[in-house]
């Protein structure tokens, strides 16, 4: 007598089938129109002169890791020194609420310093500052459906929560508002979307949550070489994080610049919105109609990225 098969052994055999009979008939996903990536850099009020550069340095080296993830650089916008003061922000971040289309996507990074008074955080800048409830009200305001805000100031994590929604993930480089300390976070975040370190499944695509965990971990490492204690513990919040690109490299830049790749990558995103769906219906849905479901999805995604492998093939040959 066989040995009988697990759930998961069963979808895996299933889903193989299934793959094979898609890709026998050559079945491709419908086009979709593609989405665009934003980006807004915001370096704040340094205080002094090393801040202040170290700020700028590092909002510039973000802004370059995102013109390459959007393969054009009038969706990046950098705002630092003089330019990052109250009204600039305000005016940008509305601008992206007239404009963004539902199916774009904006990442917004800030960096320098915040302060917490156990009410209110703020994010320090040349002249007044902005409050949490202000910023919060402008990303809500924000039509794109993926949203990630990236808070690497102190006192930051007394915002990740109040800023988070369905479609947002939030990334605070405190743990509360209560670590108040200049943030070590923001030259990890570099690092991460700057080069490949942090691509651990080396797809040549860095996702908002590799970049947190390298980041996080680095942050820890830095301060345990230092023989000294830790004043900042990063936080994430949010459940798309592990689809969120920040940053892309070798192959995958080449869905900046070529309409059929970036489609693609468009419609692979939706398709991890869908299979996530499935999961969080899982308690809902009848054990088989569940399994149905998520073959279907996983069907899908496997035929996507064998096109997305054969363009990448062909684009490359073209260099």
């Not at 409830?133 to 100031?153: K, M, Y």
């Not at 700057?194 to 040549?204: L, Q």
């Not at 592990?242 to 489609?263: E, M, P």
Request: charged share 25%; net charge neutral.
């Amino acid at each position: 007598m066989a040995p009988a098969l697990d759930v998961g052994e069963i979808v895996i055999a299933r889903t193989h089938k299934a793959l094979a009979c898609a890709l026998a008939l050559g079945l491709t996903l419908p086009a979709i129109a593609s989405a665009a990536s934003y980006a807004l850099i915001v370096a704040g009020l340094g205080g002094e002169k090393q801040y202040e550069q170290r700020f700028r340095d590092q909002a510039n080296a973000v802004a370059q890791a995102a013109e390459k993830l959007t393969g054009d650089k009038s969706r990046v916008t950098v705002l630092s020194g003089d330019k990052a003061d109250r009204d600039s922000v305000r005016k940008q971040l509305r601008s992206y609420a007239a404009s963004l289309q539902r199916d774009d996507q904006i990442m917004v990074v800030l960096i320098g310093h915040g302060s917490f008074d156990g009410e209110e955080y703020r994010f320090n800048l040349p002249g007044p500052d902005l409050t949490s409830s202000e910023l919060g009200s402008l990303f809500d305001q924000l039509p794109a459906r993926d949203q990630l805000i990236v808070n690497s100031t102190s006192a930051s994590g007394a915002v990740a929560e109040r800023w988070s929604r369905d479609n947002r993930v939030v990334i605070a480089s405190t743990k509360s508002g209560g670590e108040r300390t200049a943030t070590r976070f923001a030259q990890y975040w570099v690092e991460a979307v700057s080069t490949s370190a942090a691509d651990t499944n080396r797809d040549d695509v860095v996702t908002a949550a590799e970049a947190y965990e390298f980041a996080n971990r680095k942050v820890a490492e830095s301060f345990k070489a230092d023989v000294s204690l830790a004043t900042e513990h990063a936080r994430l919040e949010g459940k798309t994080a592990a689809r969120f690109q920040v940053a892309r490299f070798g192959n995958a830049i080449l869905a900046t610049s070529d309409d059929q790749l970036s489609t693609l990558y468009t419609q692979r995103a939706g398709v991890e919105r869908d299979l996530e769906a499935v999961k969080e219906r899982k308690a809902a849905l009848q054990s088989d109609a569940y399994y149905d479901e998520l073959e279907g999805v996983l069907v899908r995604l496997a035929t996507l990225q064998k096109q997305i492998d054969a363009r990448q093939t062909v684009l490359g040959r073209k260099q």
